[in-house]
T-cell receptor
């Protein structure tokens, strides 16, 4: 079974631009979560989507948004990029997101904001 | 709110030494507990997990962890480390009713000297 895939793997943007990251979960997984990983803040939860609905949300500004499609693929968008948005963005999928479930992580998208 | 505390930020050991990494969490309900490992340049991989039952869980590569409910702890152990165990280790928790949102500790960097 293929793992979680994320595209692109690397991105370089400038301040003020916007960016869209993509995540394809493991086949059959309906829950997709996004995390931001930085050296200073560690792994921070952004949001979770389940059945095309945002089910959980972390403490990030409204510039960070996401969506999920009917095939469970998810996209994350960051508008008006700031230098501090430079990070590794990780996507994780799980079967249903409740109860006894573990998350499987993708390789991440490394975003650099100049 | 959930929180996770990892006591050691950086641990340096010689090969064959024993390892114990501390993890304490804060949450009032039923939790799922995880240890993840991130090798240099690779994505997060699950080492082991605890959902219920035997509080001593065994994972991959000879790692084990013990859940002590009264201490809100989930410490990771390995009797004899190898150079290839050099990596960053993350403890994580999610609520049994909200498994799509995980809270991670800050991570512990383990360096094993050959």
């Amino acid at each position: 079974k293929a793992g979680v895939t994320q595209t692109p793997r690397y991105l370089i943007k400038t301040r003020g631009q916007q960016v869209t990251l993509s995540c394809s979960p493991i086949s059959g997984h309906r829950s997709v979560s996004w995390y931001q990983q930085t050296p200073g803040q560690g792994l921070q939860f952004l949001f979770e989507y389940f059945s095309e609905t945002q089910r959980n949300k972390g403490n990030f500004p409204g510039r960070f948004s996401g969506r999920q499609f009917s095939n469970s693929r998810s996209e994350m968008n960051v508008s008006t990029l700031e230098l501090g948005d430079s990070a590794l963005y990780l996507c994780a999928s799980s079967l249903a997101g409740q109860g006894v479930n573990e998350q499987f992580f993708g390789p991440g998208t490394r975003l650099t904001v100049l | 709110a959930q929180s996770v505390s990892q006591h050691n930020h950086h641990v340096i050991l010689s090969e064959a030494a024993s390892l114990e990494l501390g993890c304490n969490y804060s949450y009032g309900g039923t939790v799922n507990l995880f240890w993840y490992v991130q090798y240099p340049g690779q994505h997060l991989q699950l080492l082991l997990k605890y959902f219920s039952g035997d509080p001593l869980v065994k994972g991959i590569k000879g790692f084990e962890a013990e859940f002590i409910k009264s201490k809100f702890s989930f410490n990771l152990r390995k009797p004899s480390v190898q150079w290839s165990d050099t990596a960053e280790y993350f403890c994580a928790v999610n609520a049994n009713t909200n498994a799509g949102k995980s809270t991670f500790g800050d991570g512990t960097t383990l360096t094993v000297k050959p």
